[in-house]
């Protein structure tokens, strides 16, 4: 036999002993791919968990997961359950001993009437039971009930199941998004206020009529939304006022789309034994927790806290018609197609400013209220008023023909650099800066077209 024949015999001698190894060692971990056992994570819809009396569940909630102990239920924490998903379903198998029918011996593997095991509800249910440490660190015995094969696993699985049920609880308040949220009421310190989203935008409801900022409101609505949860002291069902929980006082009432009762949150008093912490009830929790006592503050906001800066933002796709009067005198701006005309009472029809009419919508929407007023309007005249109207044609349906009033402002006399604007319809009145009432004038040189 020459050199480079038996060269060859040896390298393939040398390839089937290594195949060979390699199928032992996947045949002494039970499975060829060297797992414990099969399973999609995607189609299991439940995992149940014990270790020794404790005994509870993660499942599938839409797209998120729920923790459940008999009738309780809960939010859980997701990124949690997915991580015991994963290890479970890929349970590496370091060794295998096969068929231990032998009851004593199952024994001392920890195996015969384990106390602590996962089990994963999908297509199937496989139970994993758990068993004693192995003198390899970090491995432990288990097997698949119902099964005879022992197996040895890493012992990271223990870990998630001797976690007990509150560890696996969201932390997050709630899932919900400030986008969802369709109206809200507040009950503090400073009375009761109402909130609500309409088509033009926030509005505030109670104690007056106007319109609501809506960064300022969006502010609110995260931050309550966002809290985190610091601990969980226990079910709703008991005496809530030993946690100076009280209805309808220091309470946000959210109402979401899709849900027929509000979510309300209410603080109750401070937790002695956590110093700036507060007793809180959740009621789509349906427990108490303790939150922050920097967030029981956000409900002390006051109405002016959501009020709207701006004068009155008017769109002006809508407005085909402004009158302003000042100083006895009147101006009508008209529009006429894409342009603007500009008439004063006797005087025919000119070309307006096209920049000077944006101008006056840009100051209505830019936020420039100094402060809000509560007092009736002054006894004196007006000093300038500026009215906007939507025109309808003879060719509309003959009730809805004619000028139809979208929004009218007027200003007062100003005092002390300010002057109180009043917009109709709204509550209370504006304080804004002189200059800026002044610059509104009747004087048709503001209006003309250069």
Same mark, same amino acid.
């Given at each position: 036999?020459?050199?480079?024949? $038996?060269?060859?015999?040896?390298?393939?001698?040398?390839?089937?002993?290594? $195949?060979?190894?390699?199928?032992?060692? %996947? *045949?002494?971990?039970?499975?060829?791919?060297?797992?414990?056992?099969?399973?999609?994570?995607?189609?299991?819809?439940?995992?149940?968990?014990? *270790?020794?009396?404790?005994?509870?569940?993660?499942?599938?909630?839409?797209?998120?997961? +729920?923790?459940?102990?008999?009738?309780? =239920?809960?939010?859980?924490?997701?990124?949690?359950?997915?991580?015991?998903?994963?290890?479970?379903?890929?349970?590496?198998?370091?060794?295998?001993?096969?068929?231990?029918?032998?009851?004593?011996?199952?024994?001392?593997?920890?195996?015969?009437?384990?106390?602590?095991?996962?089990?994963?509800?999908?297509?199937?249910?496989?139970?994993?039971?758990?068993?004693?440490?192995?003198?390899?660190?970090?491995?432990?015995?288990?097997?698949?009930?119902?099964?005879?094969?022992?197996?040895?696993?890493?012992?990271?699985?223990?870990?998630? $199941? /001797?976690?007990?049920?509150?560890?696996?609880?969201?932390?997050?308040?709630?899932?919900?998004?400030?986008?969802?949220?369709?109206?809200?009421?507040?009950?503090?310190?400073?009375?009761?206020?109402?909130?609500?989203?309409?088509?033009?935008?926030?509005?505030?409801?109670?104690?007056?009529?106007?319109?609501?900022?809506?960064?300022?409101?969006?502010?609110?609505?995260?931050?309550?939304?966002?809290?985190?949860?610091?601990?969980?002291?226990?079910?709703?069902?008991?005496?809530?006022?030993?946690?100076?929980?009280?209805?309808?006082?220091?309470?946000?009432?959210?109402?979401?789309?899709?849900?027929?009762?509000?979510?309300?949150?209410?603080?109750?008093?401070?937790? *002695?034994?956590?110093?700036?912490?507060?007793?809180?009830?959740?009621?789509?929790?349906?427990?108490?927790?303790?939150?922050?006592?920097?967030?029981?503050?956000?409900?002390?906001?006051?109405?002016?806290?959501?009020?709207?800066?701006?004068?009155?933002?008017?769109?002006?796709?809508?407005?085909?018609?402004?009158?302003?009067?000042?100083?006895?005198? +009147?101006?009508?701006?008209?529009?006429?197609?894409?342009?603007?005309?500009?008439? +004063?009472?006797?005087?025919?029809?000119?070309?307006?400013? =096209?920049?000077?009419?944006?101008?006056?919508?840009?100051?209505?929407? $830019?936020?420039?209220?100094? /402060?809000?007023?509560?007092?009736?309007?002054?006894?004196?005249?007006?000093?300038?008023?500026?009215?906007?109207?939507?025109?309808?044609?003879?060719?509309?349906?003959? /009730?809805?023909?004619? +000028?139809?009033?979208?929004?009218?402002?007027?200003?007062?006399?100003? *005092?002390?650099?300010?002057?109180? %604007?009043?917009?109709?319809?709204?509550?209370?009145?504006?304080?804004?800066?002189?200059?800026?009432?002044?610059?509104?004038?009747?004087?048709?040189?503001?209006?003309?077209?250069?």
């Amino acid at each position: 036999m020459n050199r480079l024949l $038996t060269v060859l015999i040896l390298l393939v001698a040398t390839g089937l002993a290594a $195949t060979v190894i390699s199928l032992r060692s %996947c *045949a002494r971990a039970g499975r060829e791919d060297g797992f414990v056992f099969s399973a999609d994570p995607a189609r299991v819809r439940q995992i149940n968990l014990r *270790a020794g009396a404790e005994r509870f569940s993660l499942a599938r909630a839409g797209g998120n997961w +729920e923790v459940r102990e008999g009738d309780f =239920e809960d939010l859980a924490d997701s990124a949690q359950a997915e991580a015991v998903l994963a290890l479970a379903t890929r349970l590496v198998a370091y060794d295998r001993i096969p068929e231990v029918r032998d009851r004593d011996q199952l024994g001392e593997f920890g195996l015969r009437s384990s106390k602590r095991w996962i089990e994963l509800e999908g297509d199937r249910k496989i139970r994993l039971l758990l068993g004693k440490e192995a003198a390899a660190e970090g491995r432990i015995y288990a097997r698949i009930d119902g099964e005879n094969d022992v197996y040895l696993i890493d012992d990271a699985i223990v870990r998630f $199941t /001797e976690k007990p049920l509150r560890e696996f609880r969201d932390r997050r308040l709630t899932r919900v998004l400030p986008s969802q949220v369709d109206r809200f009421s507040i009950s503090g310190q400073s009375g009761e206020i109402e909130i609500a989203r309409k088509p033009s935008g926030w509005e505030i409801l109670k104690p007056l009529s106007a319109p609501a900022d809506a960064v300022e409101v969006e502010k609110f609505l995260a931050r309550l939304l966002s809290l985190d949860v610091l601990g969980f002291v226990g079910p709703d069902s008991g005496n809530i006022g030993l946690y100076g929980l009280a209805d309808g006082r220091n309470q946000a009432a959210l109402y979401v789309e899709g849900r027929e009762r509000p979510m309300v949150l209410r603080f109750g008093s401070p937790d *002695a034994e956590h110093p700036g912490e507060v007793f809180a009830q959740f009621t789509p929790r349906d427990t108490v927790v303790r939150l922050p006592e920097a967030a029981r503050a956000a409900l002390d906001a006051r109405p002016d806290t959501f009020r709207d800066r701006r004068i009155f933002p008017v769109n002006p796709d809508i407005v085909d018609l402004i009158r302003i009067s000042s100083d006895g005198r +009147e101006v009508s701006l008209r529009r006429d197609g894409e342009k603007w005309a500009l008439t +004063e009472s006797g005087g025919a029809a000119r070309a307006a400013s =096209e920049a000077a009419v944006a101008r006056l919508f840009d100051v209505l929407a $830019t936020p420039s209220v100094l /402060e809000f007023s509560a007092a009736p309007p002054p006894a004196d005249p007006p000093s300038r008023s500026v009215g906007f109207y939507s025109v309808l044609t003879e060719n509309s349906a003959e /009730e809805n023909a004619g +000028e139809h009033p979208v929004a009218k402002v007027i200003f007062y006399p100003p *005092a002390g650099g300010r002057s109180l %604007c009043v917009v109709e319809g709204q509550s209370g009145g504006l304080l804004v800066p002189e200059a800026l009432a002044a610059g509104i004038s009747a004087d048709p040189a503001k209006w003309v077209a250069p």
